[in-house]
């Protein structure tokens, strides 16, 4: 089974920077979209960023020009990288894949277990 795995996270303070990573794990043939997706105390889940394998993207209004995403589709990994982080940034942030496709069929959507990122004022 396809796994998704996050690395990065921690603790920094407003105005710093922080990134993220998330790799995919199994017999993957291709992935159509990764990305990062949040949730703050007593919020719901929402859309961080996210990359198409042709290399659109799509950003929060909250993030843009302050955070990145990258991938590499020969690894199956999505990068996050964040700066000028605000206290409003802090939540757990969840990678998430769509379209992962193995030999034996299409996975639609997949999540990781999530990574938390706290900023301090």
């Known amino acids: 089974q396809v796994q998704l795995v996050e690395s990065g996270g921690g603790l920094v303070q407003a105005g710093g920077s922080l990134g993220l990573s998330c790799a995919a794990s199994?017999?993957?043939?291709?992935?159509?979209?990764m990305g990062w997706y949040r949730q703050g105390p007593g919020k719901q889940r929402e859309l961080v960023a996210i990359?198409?394998?042709?290399?659109?993207?799509t950003y929060a209004d909250s993030v843009k020009g302050r955070f990145t995403i990258s991938r590499d589709n020969a690894k199956n990994t999505v990068f996050l990288q964040m700066s000028s982080l605000k206290p409003e940034d802090t939540a757990i942030y969840f990678c998430?894949?769509?379209?992962?496709?193995?030999?034996?069929?299409?996975?639609?959507?997949?999540w990781g277990q999530g990574t938390q990122v706290t900023v301090s004022s």
């Open positions: 990359m198409h394998s042709g290399g659109s993207t």
């Open positions: 998430n894949a769509v379209n992962v496709r193995e030999h034996w069929g299409v996975w639609p959507e997949l």
């Open positions: 199994g017999t993957i043939l291709s992935i159509e979209a």
